[in-house]
């Protein structure tokens, strides 16, 4: 089993910035990719961005040159810089990690999600 444990969220004006951390423990084997998915209200989750284990980045277009995810594969842990924040970055953001086991393959685990609003 895997623990996520998420901090950072908060409060924020729009234009400001706020930095997400996520740190995952447990039995921890081979981590295919770690990343951050966002939940608005009345929306699907979607997702913001991902590094996997080789360093390859993706990033949701909405967010794309705002913010930036970034990986301690030592520590494993994850971190996401929000910069430019928009009223529409309001949601809750959960920090997943996907991770690989010889004897049942990849399996994905979530944290609990950490809010983050943003308004004047």
């Known amino acids: 089993q895997v623990q996520l444990t998420e901090s950072g969220g908060g409060l924020v004006q729009p234009g400001g910035s706020l930095r997400l951390s996520c740190a995952a423990s447990?039995?921890?084997?081979?981590?295919?990719?770690m990343g951050w998915h966002r939940q608005a209200p009345g929306k699907e989750r979607e997702l913001v961005a991902r590094v996997t284990s080789r360093g390859d980045i993706k990033y949701a277009d909405s967010v794309e040159g705002r913010f930036a995810i970034s990986r301690d594969k030592a520590k494993n842990t994850v971190d996401l810089q929000m910069n430019d924040l928009k009223p529409e970055d309001t949601a809750v953001y959960y920090c997943?990690?996907?991770?690989?086991?010889?004897?049942?393959?990849?399996?994905?685990?979530w944290g609990e999600g950490t809010q983050v609003t943003v308004s004047s």
């Open positions: 997943d990690a996907n991770i690989y086991y010889w004897s049942t393959g990849s399996v994905s685990y």
């Open positions: 447990g039995n921890i084997v081979t981590v295919n990719y």
